[in-house]
């Protein structure tokens, strides 16, 4: 190779490796200011923000909120801010207003108990909110809290003309209804940290507008107890509802649409048409298993026409009904006779 050639060529090689010494320290001095920059952002007080995406009608728990550091220029006077607000005093709160997860909290979109529309902004849309009365034995001697999912059980007992025949049983009418308040009460009580215990006589309860007119109903045919859901069962149901189809998420939904579809779905109170039930001969074998059967004495049918020849003597006897078997379908109850010999 001829030895002008070779020179030029090391010189764009030096040329070269130059330039890109030169670029990396460009970029090298032009990200540290950056760096720099962000780390010396100043951090002003903590304020209350959302753990998790807190809908319209949440009611706020210890564990939805939290305390986090926040930029020193960004505090809004509208913020809770550590050390001037207690959180305690905002559990049992209603979301008023949507909030998603890591927003800080404002005062706006929070109402609290006695304040005008409390229980209407704790309602999800097309909800009502009914009442009924309890006791230490009915209410599962008061470890149901605002918040919670309860079943109701109607218990009853099917008379007929003697008491000594009369049915006993027990169904559970309604599954998952979320627990507004408790007397008047939507928040929990702490004390020293810790969650007190206290007994109630009414338990309010978010249903549709069907439940509200079961609920009614129910309450003038027997009595009715609550009974305390697993957060597990809400999961496994929401699951199967999902494998079933009953549950559709649509296509192109994101991540925060899916999360507030499942979070609905969690909470919807269900109506089974195949709700369990016991009766009194399923607890004790001198207990009745059916519903009492109204036996009905012997009645004379119609007399047929007097027929003509030796037939006569034969055909006059009386038409004898069977004994009344009582048939229940679904909610209608019917006295059958079996019909005579």
């Known amino acids: 190779m001829d030895k002008r050639k070779l020179m030029l060529l090391v010189g764009a090689l030096i040329v070269a490796i130059g330039t890109a010494f030169a670029a990396r320290s460009l970029f090298a001095g032009?990200?540290?200011?950056?760096?720099?920059?962000?780390?010396?952002?100043?951090?002003?007080?903590?304020?209350?923000?959302?753990?998790?995406a807190l809908p319209v009608g949440t009611i706020i728990t210890a564990d939805s909120i939290n305390f986090q550091a926040w930029p020193k220029d960004m505090v809004q006077d509208a913020y809770f801010v550590e050390g001037e607000a207690d959180m305690q005093k905002l559990l049992g709160t209603?979301?008023?207003?949507?909030?998603?997860?890591?927003?800080?909290?404002?005062?706006?979109?929070?109402?609290?108990?006695?304040?005008?529309?409390?229980?209407?902004?704790?309602?999800?849309?097309?909800?009502?909110?009914?009442?009924?009365?309890?006791?230490?034995?009915?209410?599962?001697?008061?470890?149901?809290?605002?918040?919670?999912?309860?079943?109701?059980?109607?218990?009853?007992?099917?008379?007929?003309?003697?008491?000594?025949?009369?049915?006993?049983?027990?169904?559970t009418i309604l599954k998952n209804l979320r627990v507004l308040a408790t007397d008047q009460s939507t928040e929990q009580v702490m004390v020293e940290g810790k969650t007190q215990v206290r007994a109630f006589s009414t338990v309010t309860l978010e249903v549709t507008p069907k439940i509200a007119e079961k609920i009614a109903v129910a309450q003038t045919i027997g009595t009715i107890s609550l009974s305390l859901r697993s957060l597990a069962d809400n999961s496994a149901e929401l699951e199967q509802a999902i494998a079933s189809g009953d549950i559709k998420i649509p296509a192109g939904a994101t991540k925060q649409q899916e999360e507030a579809l499942l979070k609905q779905a969690m909470n919807r109170p269900i109506e089974s048409s195949k709700a369990s039930y016991v009766t009194g001969g399923d607890v004790s074998r001198f207990q009745r298993t059916t519903a009492p059967v109204a036996t009905a004495p012997a009645a004379m049918g119609p007399m047929p026409a007097a027929p003509s020849g030796p037939q006569m003597a034969s055909s006059a006897a009386p038409v004898r009904r069977g004994p009344l078997v009582r048939v229940t379908r679904g909610k209608e109850t019917e006295d059958v006779s079996l019909g005579g010999n």
Not at 107 to 115: C, E, I, S
């Open 94 to 171: 209603v979301v008023r207003n949507p909030i998603t997860a890591g927003e800080p909290v404002t005062k706006g979109n929070l109402v609290a108990p006695g304040d005008r529309g409390f229980l209407a902004a704790a309602l999800a849309p097309g909800m009502r909110a009914v009442t009924i009365p309890v006791s230490a034995r009915t209410g599962v001697a008061g470890f149901v809290f605002p918040g919670d999912h309860i079943d109701l059980v109607l218990t009853q007992t099917v008379k007929t003309n003697s008491d000594a025949m009369a049915l006993k049983a027990s169904e």
């Open 30 to 52: 032009a990200s540290t200011p950056q760096a720099e920059a962000a780390a010396k952002v100043p951090m002003g007080p903590k304020v209350l923000v959302a753990q998790r």
